[in-house]
């Protein structure tokens, strides 16, 4: 598996509070994305990064906030969780030269009750 | 805007019988295709991949894509369906160009009966 980290892997919230999800890398790939799956929507693109304080809005960003200080980490903000975003969350990373595929990492279960 | 469409958002076939998963896409520009599978509880792992080396792509767990521009087509097929291939399959696409963002189809659920 490619070196993806995602933390923490469940987390229950109660609407209303504020949630972080953490994706690490150690293959120094320049691209970072992050997806949420609900079933019959497939995978959903919030955001992405094409380089250390470098991101941008995919197709479902409202509700949510990304950072990325580091080339490693890229940060999901839940600004104030809603039960619409009770989802998983998967992070994925990809070159920037070469074939494009993503690699992910093992997804985060969000709860927001 | 780039996109897949996988047709059949559910696939039973019976152990040994062929399995087919038809997927179209949508792109202004040659296009990057995958195939992606999850199994319960998991990531997704890349299947295979076109990259316009080759037509026919072979893949992992014996799966195999073919591409064809005339149909807009990345139909991913096995000979023989194993209980162990029973997941759901993601069709997806990067576009081409300077877009890296991949887009997804919404999913084949595939059951393999005994």
């Known amino acids: 598996d490619a070196g993806i980290t995602q933390s923490p892997r469940h987390k229950v919230t109660e609407t209303g509070t504020p949630v972080t999800l953490r994706c690490h890398q150690t293959e120094n790939h320049r691209y970072m994305y992050w997806y949420r799956q609900d079933p019959g929507h497939g995978l959903r693109l919030i955001h992405y990064s094409y380089g250390v304080k470098d991101t941008d809005k995919g197709e479902v960003s409202d509700g949510y906030s990304v950072s990325r200080s580091k080339t490693e980490d890229f940060l999901l903000t839940l600004e104030s969780a809603t039960s619409s975003q009770t989802s998983v969350y998967f992070c994925?990373?990809?070159?920037?030269?070469?074939?494009?595929?993503?690699?992910f990492g093992q997804g985060t279960r969000l709860t927001v009750v | 805007a780039q996109s897949v469409t996988q047709l059949g958002s559910h696939v039973s076939v019976s152990e040994g019988a062929l399995v087919l998963l038809r997927c179209n896409y949508s792109?202004?520009?040659?296009?990057?295709l995958f195939w992606y599978v999850q199994y319960p509880n998991q990531g997704l792992q890349l299947l295979l991949k076109y990259t316009s080396a080759a037509t026919l792509v072979k893949g992992i767990n014996g799966f195999e894509a073919e591409f064809k521009k005339s149909e807009t087509s990345f139909h991913l097929t096995k000979p023989s369906a194993h209980m162990s291939d029973a997941a759901e399959y993601f069709c997806a696409t990067s576009g081409g160009g300077s877009n890296y963002k991949l887009t997804f189809g919404k999913g084949t659920l595939l059951t393999v009966n005994p």
């Open positions: 792109s202004s520009v040659p296009p990057y």
């Open positions: 994925a990373i990809s070159h920037s030269t070469g074939t494009r595929e993503a690699f």
